[in-house]
């Protein structure tokens, strides 16, 4: 029995909701990662070598065209907002905590990214305060 098109319109709108939700998360916290690594505000900015200042370039690029087309592929809904910045705070938060306990390694880079995170979290709850609940999703997710 072949899918209906309310069926294949879904399936399509839950791919793009996906994708759009990854590819903003994933640039949210990698271009918040490395801004928080390069501007040598929390700890000493990395030495690049000139070689490798391409591929650094290459990255950011990469990472603006990832928040780009997850911005364009379908708009998200203020409820798939605040995911993606909890998702990104998330990774802010949770990535450098664990290396700093694993290495026993506390750095002023582990509280900045770290810091980031808190940012990213401030932002995502909120846009949850002023979420207006005008659908029915608005409603009973949170």
Do not use: H
């Not at 065209?65 to 998702?87: D, H, K, T």
């Not at 979420?131 to 409603?139: G, L, M, Q, S, V």
Request: hydrophobic share 55%; proline share 6%.
């Amino acid at each position: 029995m072949p899918p209906s098109a309310l069926q294949q319109a879904f399936t399509k709108a839950s791919i793009q909701s996906a994708a759009s939700f990854f590819l903003v998360t994933f640039s949210t916290a990698f271009l918040f990662t490395l801004g928080a690594r390069l501007t040598g505000w929390f700890t000493r900015s990395p030495v690049i070598p000139p070689e490798q200042t391409s591929m650094l370039g290459i990255a950011i690029m990469v990472a603006v065209i990832c928040l780009a087309v997850g911005a364009s592929i379908r708009r998200l809904s203020a409820a798939e907002l605040q995911s993606a910045l909890l998702g990104a705070s998330a990774i802010l938060l949770s990535t450098p905590l664990a290396l700093a306990v694993l290495t026993g390694d506390w750095q002023l880079s582990t509280a900045a990214v770290s810091g980031m995170g808190v940012v990213t979290l401030a932002v995502g709850w909120f846009v949850a305060i002023t979420r207006r609940p005008d659908t029915p999703e608005a409603r009973t997710d949170g």
